[in-house]
């Protein structure tokens, strides 16, 4: 089915903006609230509605998050989403958590900012390494996030898998809440840091990342070339120690059928008016606009078309 842009009947109950009820809406699919998706596309759909032009209304979805998004596009329930890497390339080629979908046509509009895999414990906690949460009760995100894919990539080179857990299925938020008043043992959460989550559990409680094994961290970096180290400083939530920890790049993605126009008015939008954005949203001063000519997919074309201008 093609996708068009649904004509924005409502958005004013939506958004609250003073957008005219004929401007065509895109939906954003972001992820829960807590992490750092969400804002992301809050702050994205604040620079859209206010340099795109009138006649284009953006507004963010909450969503199981980066595995379910390009479902949703697939199924036309967003029509621009919030997604990493890795799932966009499998999702192009319909496989892993795609497989029963088939392929996805989508194409990249943007690189964002990183996402880490948060593996947090309170600081007097006895678990130290991934092996350490055998037997634990862990939150581990929505059931649609990219948390969960995350947990089943590394389980297996520990020897683990998610039945050697209690998995608790909550939001950011929640599972945060959870950890801070001892529902659950750990909390595991794939976000851009600093995460909101992360940091409303730190300022009550202290905190302390899970360690990877010796060699391990390299194990997984060499089983998946697309996923990075990336250090977050102890600074960031108060730690007393920094963390390393695995992560991945994301990119906001659309499908290829959605009118070049209006993702060359969005991508313009984004990148114009790039100080704006990471004046709003500390995730996005991690944004580097060089790297959405290095993408795992294609530029759809119509962020292709506004590369090419530049």
């Known amino acids: 089915m093609k996708h068009s842009i649904r004509k924005a009947v409502g958005v004013l109950a939506l958004t609250g903006l003073g957008t005219a009820a004929t401007a065509e809406e895109l939906r954003i699919g972001t992820a829960s609230l807590g992490g750092a998706f969400y804002p992301m596309g809050q702050s994205i759909s604040n620079v859209v509605n206010e340099h795109a032009g009138g006649d284009i209304s953006m507004v963010p979805i909450v969503t199981g998050g980066s595995v379910q998004n390009p479902n949703l596009i697939a199924s036309g329930e967003v029509e621009i989403a919030i997604t990493n890497n890795n799932l966009a390339v499998l999702a192009t080629k319909g496989i892993g958590p795609y497989t029963a979908t088939g ?63 209690t998995p608790s299925f909550v939001s950011y938020s929640d599972g945060f809440s959870q950890l801070t008043d001892g529902t659950v043992d750990a909390t595991l959460a794939l976000s851009g840091y600093p995460a909101g989550a992360v940091m409303q559990a730190a300022a009550g409680a202290e905190l302390r990342f899970i360690s990877f094994s010796d060699g391990m961290l390299d194990a997984a970096l060499e089983a998946n ?53 990471q004046d709003e949203n500390a995730n996005a001063r991690q944004i580097d606009p060089a790297m959405s000519l290095n993408l795992a997919i294609p530029l759809h074309a119509g962020a292709q078309a506004y590369f090419d201008a530049q």
Do not use: C, W
């Open 103 to 165: 392929p996805i046509d989508i194409g990249a509009v943007a690189a964002l900012h990183p996402s880490v895999l948060h593996m947090v414990v309170l600081a007097d906690s006895d678990i130290q390494t991934i092996e350490d949460l055998r037997g634990k009760s862990v939150a581990v995100g929505p059931a649609g996030g990219g948390t969960l894919g995350f947990v089943n990539f590394l389980f297996p080179l520990h020897d683990m898998t998610i039945e050697d857990i």
């Open 225 to 277: 070339p697309a996923f990075v180290p990336v250090e977050v400083s102890a600074d960031v939530y108060g730690m007393a120690d920094a963390g390393m920890l695995i992560g991945v790049n994301n990119m906001l993605v659309a499908p290829n059928d959605l009118d070049a126009a209006t993702v060359q008015a969005v991508t313009a939008a984004i990148f114009d008016n790039l100080a704006q954005l």
